[in-house]
Structure formats: C-alpha cells, structure tokens
C-alpha cells in the first residue's frame, strides 16, 4: 500500500491513521490536526487504571469523540499488533523522553524506546502499512560540531535517553533496509508550546512566573537550543507523512534559528511584563559530559524533500510562538494542571 508522488498531498484526509503516544504533548496536538484534517485517528494512550488519556482528555468536546482512544502499551507486541490492525499511516511517538530520568532509570528507557519502536515496526510490516512516521530526537546529535546541523551530523549519546532514541532510530532504518518496511524518520528540535511538561525550560520558565516567583530557579543559561512552536512541528509529521521521496530518509524539523536558555529567559519575562532574578538550581544541571552544548538545525531537506517550512521562524516567529504559549499556560485552568514549587524530572 505504497503513497505514490500522484498521491501526495491527497493521503491524509480519510485515511486510517495509528498514533502511539497521542496522551502527551506532541500526540495530542498532532491527533487534534489530524482529525481536523479528516483522518480517522486511532490513539494508542499508556493503559492506567484511572481511565485517563492525557491530554487528549483536555480536547474540544468534538475533536475527542471523533477519536478512536485504545488503552495500550508499545511494550507489548500483541497488543500493539491488535491495535494497529485496519491502520495506513503509523505516527510513533510514545517514548520516555525525560533526560534527568534517565540517569536514574535508563533500562526502562531501553524498554520503552527500543524495544517499543521493534514492536511498533513488527507490526507494521507484517500488517502492511503505507508509511510509519518514526519520531527522533535532536539530542541525538548531541553537542553540534557544526551548524547548522545536518541530518548527516555524527551522532553522539551524551545520555542514556539520547542512546535509546539512536537505537530505536538505527531499528528503524534497519527495517527500511532489511524488509523494505516504509519507514520515514522525523527528527525534531527543541518543540514547545501549550500542554508541554515542566520538565522542559519554557513551561519551567513560564509557570514560575506565572505563579509569581521572582526567583526563577534554573540549570545552564548558556546552552543553545532550536526552538520549534509545536504547531510546526505537527505540520511536519503531517508532511513526512504525504510527502514522495522521504521513505528510508532521516528528516530534521526545526526553525534554522539558535538562541541560548539565557536569552529564553529573558524574552519571556519581557513578553509576560516581568523583572525576575535567576538563582542556578543545581539539580537542573547536567553532569558536565551529559550537557549537549548547543543545536541548531538545518531544515533544507525538510524543505527540499517535502515542501516543510517554519511558520514560527527566527527571533521574530519564536516571540510569536512564546506568546500564543504563555496565553495558554497562564490561564488558570491550565496552570493548575503544574507544580512549579518542584523540580520536575
């Protein structure tokens, strides 16, 4: 069931689509624009006992019934197998994503990243699907020995996190390579944006100072990151996914636009009408090996293979897009879903 070039463009709307970690940050928006694009969605959410899907469960009223939810884990091949049945295109996102919490539990980010990217693969080869979306992750690259960075960029483990996605990423093209399972790799820089964990800076940043805090407590300052508004994001899992000529490629999404944690900080105190002083949180830094220094994409293939560009781009889209998430976090119905007392793994 192979997209052609005639169909590119045309594949979405109608189609049969599995998203894995569709509960979490990115998942729940990319499962929203999916069902507004007239795709039948089929989320796979982590199975608890509370019945709870995330952030899914925070969707407009209508979005949320046209969603077809299934309790599940990647872990269990069966299950993820039963699950995808019946599905064309394959979003996987479900990971564990936390660095600092993968100093302390680094087997299961083995268990979860690795062996729940071969489950996902499996089964999509041996059911047939058009395409799977394998998600990456820019740590991969750990620090940048050149920028901007490329998708032929030597890849550096600087955490067991960034280790477990270069396996689960290597899986991937293997099966490309192996079974001609098509497999399209997206490799997104730092996304932000409304529904984000606190234990990423911006929300950090954000909810301090929402909550009042004066004293914002973090780690590095002068690390430099890509910053991408998950709106960009999400229409780049879109594209990968429609676009001819991206099977078996590693694609990078990012806005080709570098700016340190420092700089971050200060921006958002202006956007929020702020004066603030940092206090360095020593919990929040990395071991000195562990820190990757500085990223910054080159999005040309993006461009080049699949039409992507940044609708957030440079200094004056990343103040755009830190606005439209600062509206978001401040409301108080949000906020509450946050604890910026504590540190969040």
Known sequence: MEITAAETGKCLPGQ?????GAEGFIGSHLAEELVRAGCRVRALVLYNSFNSWGWLDHLEPEI?????????????????????????????LAALIAIPYSYQCPASFLDTNIKGTLNVLEAANELGVARVVHTSTSEVYGTARFVPITEDHPLQA?????ASKIGADQVALSFHASFGTPVTIIRPFNTY?????????????ITQIAMGKKKINLGSLHTTRDFSYVKDTVQGFMALAQAA????????????????????????????????????????I???????ERLWADNAKARNLAGWEPGYAKLEGFRQGLTETIAWFVRPDNLQHYKPDLYNL
């Open 286 to 292: 990395r071991p000195a090996k562990s820190e990757v």
């Open 193 to 205: 944006g409304p529904r984000q964990s606190a234990r990423a800076v911006i929300p950090t940043i």
């Open 64 to 92: 949320r019934k046209s969603l077809e939810v299934v309790p599940g884990d990647v872990r269990d091949p069966a299950g993820i197998k039963k699950a995808m049945k019946g599905c064309d295109i394959v979003f996987h």
């Open 158 to 162: 600087q955490s067991p996190y960034a």
């Open 245 to 284: 000529g991206v099977i078996g490629e590693v694609i990078n999404i990012g806005s080709n636009f570098e700016i340190s944690i420092g700089e971050t900080l200060r921006l958002v105190a202006d956007i929020m009408g702020k004066s603030i002083e940092v206090e360095t949180d020593e919990q929040r």
């Open 16 to 20: 049969e689509v599995f998203v894995t």
